[in-house]
């Protein structure tokens, strides 16, 4: 107890939380105590979410309140977590913060180093024309003295307010920053052959940086009907800077599945791994209940990808036809729970060859004429034949 067996040296695990270890903030049965099995067996893990809206640390609190347990903001990467390394190519221009509120974008600001910024509450109290219906409290930021020109935009994550938001995101860039300037980006003619507006420009495609963060469109709550959230945000931006613009919005997405988010999680998991006297991971285990998200971007790096029925995924299907899992478990706990499946199924596999080497030999001890080829490289059978295992 607390150190980690030959078999397990080289293994980590990377854990998604939302649908996997907790649903609308309540825990799932047996998370936590399958988080200090882990940590008993000082086998190194990290939770890597999509979610986000404020600072690793916070994050981290609320978890370990969820979950009843200790969780290290060290062990938490967020959606928006790869930004801390970008934050210098930013250094000299001012940056837009959406996040779910404007004193959670403040948050992650301070805690990533940004210096120069202004919030979407600020800028639609500056420019309160932008939404004139405009009535939520939130918004009631004292105006900016002199209207800063926009040099980059920084989505941490939906904003509670979509419409003022989004009036003012795709504002932004159709202006290239610059709100305080007469001409904007329009089609070159409305459908009706008329030009769309009499100060409209056939302008080029915006080059204003702007990162989303998490890609997710829905996400499992507590509802029975996934929730919609910040990829559908993202959605609504582009179709709109689309219809308006004519043309495609240039922008990057940060979150699982893209590789950014995985290659940053996986330093982290690293330093996690030589904080516990680990070598580096060589097989790493990923747990996610989000096939698209999850299980793409698992199965992408090359890890081995973890399929549990306790969040997005509810078909009754044995895997995703579309990203299909290694495993798929009804949830993380048990004896179905995803890395106690693989290491069974390695001693399995090892019975296998010990019972095939043990019949080679009384084979030869009868002067039986057993291919020695078959014996050393036996056709897998059976769930040995299958990359995917299924738990039942």
Same mark, same amino acid.
């Given at each position: ?73 060290? @062990? !938490?990467? &967020?959606? $928006?977590? %790869? =930004? ?10 001012? /940056? *837009? ?54 040099? @980059? !935009?920084? &989505?941490? $994550?939906? %904003? =509670? ?10 504002? /932004? *860039? ?219």
């Amino acid at each position: 107890k607390g150190v980690a067996t030959m078999e397990h040296r080289g293994k980590a695990i990377i854990l998604d939380v939302d649908g996997v270890l907790h649903r609308g903030g309540i825990a799932l049965p047996g998370a936590k105590e399958s988080l200090l099995r882990l940590e008993a067996a000082k086998i190194p893990f990290i939770f890597l979410t999509n979610s986000g809206g404020c600072p690793e640390s916070h994050k981290a609190q609320s978890y370990a309140q969820i979950l009843d347990t200790t969780i290290d903001a060290d @062990a !938490v990467v &967020v959606s $928006h977590s %790869p =930004l801390r390394p970008l934050v210098q190519r930013f250094s000299n221009k001012v /940056v *837009l913060l959406v996040s779910t509120t404007n004193s959670s974008a403040i948050a992650i600001a301070e805690a990533y180093g940004i210096e120069h910024y202004v919030t979407y509450g600020q800028m639609i109290a500056t420019y309160p024309a932008l939404y004139a219906e405009c009535t939520s409290q939130e918004h009631k930021c004292v105006p900016l003295a002199s209207p800063p020109v926009i040099g @980059a !935009v920084f &989505v941490f $994550h939906e %904003p =509670l307010d979509w419409g003022t938001s989004i009036q003012l995101l795709v504002d /932004v *860039l159709r202006t290239n920053g610059d709100l305080s300037a007469a001409e904007y980006k329009g089609k070159s003619d409305a459908p009706d052959g008329t030009q769309s507006a009499s100060t409209a420009t056939n302008m080029s495609a915006s080059n204003l940086p702007i990162y989303f963060c998490n890609p997710d469109v829905e996400y499992a709550s507590q509802a029975h009907i996934p929730r919609f959230t910040c990829g559908a945000f993202r959605l609504c931006i582009e179709s709109l800077y689309m219809n308006t613009t004519g043309t495609v919005l240039q922008r990057e997405v940060l979150g699982k599945p893209f590789p950014i988010s995985y290659m940053y999680a996986q330093n982290v998991l690293n330093k996690r791994a030589h904080n516990l006297n680990q070598p580096a991971p060589t097989r790493i285990f990923a747990v996610g209940d989000n096939p698209l998200s999850d299980i793409a971007g698992a199965n992408k790096m090359g890890y081995t990808s973890c399929l549990v029925r306790t969040g997005c995924f509810q078909s009754t299907a044995d895997n995703d036809h579309r990203h299909p899992a290694t495993l798929v478990c009804p949830s993380i706990v048990g004896r179905c729970s995803p890395f106690l499946s693989l290491s069974l199924r390695a001693k399995q596999t090892r019975a296998v060859k010990k019972f095939l080497i043990f019949l080679h030999a009384t084979q030869l001890d009868r002067g039986g004429g057993l291919d020695t080829g078959a014996v050393n490289k036996p056709k897998p059978t059976g769930i040995f034949s299958s990359r995917m295992l299924t738990c039942e």
